[in-house]
């Protein structure tokens, strides 16, 4: 059986990680072999990058922000999504490259072929097999946190999330057989049920190279 790699992608408060965990307990429940991973934080490294990225007091210059998240996710490709995936295992990952693009890209405004060369380097060219983009407009976000909670990123202003919400409509127009794009306003049920549908009917008897 070969193994999947889908990714959920969204601004933050976006509902992506409630997503992604329900579409991994489904996908277990109906017999495949899971694993549940997100970035930064999908492994030791990781998640002393997630310290040093999200910590609402840190001044992060935006290349060394770039480039540290293409530090954890190299190490997340070699020893965590590379392998599972060679053990014909459906990889369920909260964030993936798209993150960086419109984030670093889109949102800092660093050059976007630059971003994406680095992204090549890191994921040694691997890609989803789906992407799944919860996409939300920044007023019902708004509704869904506490300001003061916010993290680094979080706090970076409507303006930033505008341009953010946009990238990822870029990539979603650009490559829409890879990206399939639902409404994050939909209730969590629904959505979760449209998603695995949609996973299930996108991925039947998909086969991945070894590699």
């Not at 295992?89 to 984030?103: A, E, G, I, N, Q």
């Not at 976000?141 to 341009?163: H, M, N, S, T, Y």
């Not at 939909?186 to 190279?209: F, K, M, N, Q, T």
């Amino acid at each position: 059986m070969a193994g999947l790699f889908i990714t959920f992608e969204g601004i933050d408060r976006s509902g992506k990680t409630t997503q992604a965990e329900r579409l991994a307990e489904r996908l277990r429940a109906a017999g495949r072999s899971v694993v549940f991973t997100r970035e930064p934080g999908g492994t030791g490294l990781g998640r002393k990058v997630r310290g040093l990225l999200l910590e609402r007091r840190s001044e992060v210059d935006p290349s060394a922000e770039m480039l540290l998240f293409a530090a954890d996710r190299a190490q997340h490709v070699n020893t965590v999504i590379r392998p599972a995936l060679l053990q014909g295992k459906v990889v369920v990952s909260d964030r993936f490259f798209d993150s960086t693009v419109v984030y670093q890209g889109h949102g800092r405004g660093l050059d976007l072929d630059r971003v994406q060369a680095v992204q090549e380097v890191a994921t040694g060219g691997l890609r989803p097999d789906l992407t799944v983009l919860i996409d939300v407009d920044l007023e019902t976000v708004k509704q869904r946190w506490i300001p003061e909670d916010a993290d680094r990123l979080e706090a970076a202003g409507d303006a930033f999330f505008d341009r953010v919400r946009k990238g990822y409509q870029w990539i979603w127009q650009a490559e829409p057989e890879r990206v399939l794009r639902v409404d994050g306003r939909l209730p969590v049920e629904d959505l979760a049920c449209r998603i695995y549908s949609e996973v299930r009917e996108r991925l039947a008897g998909a086969v991945r190279p070894n590699g």
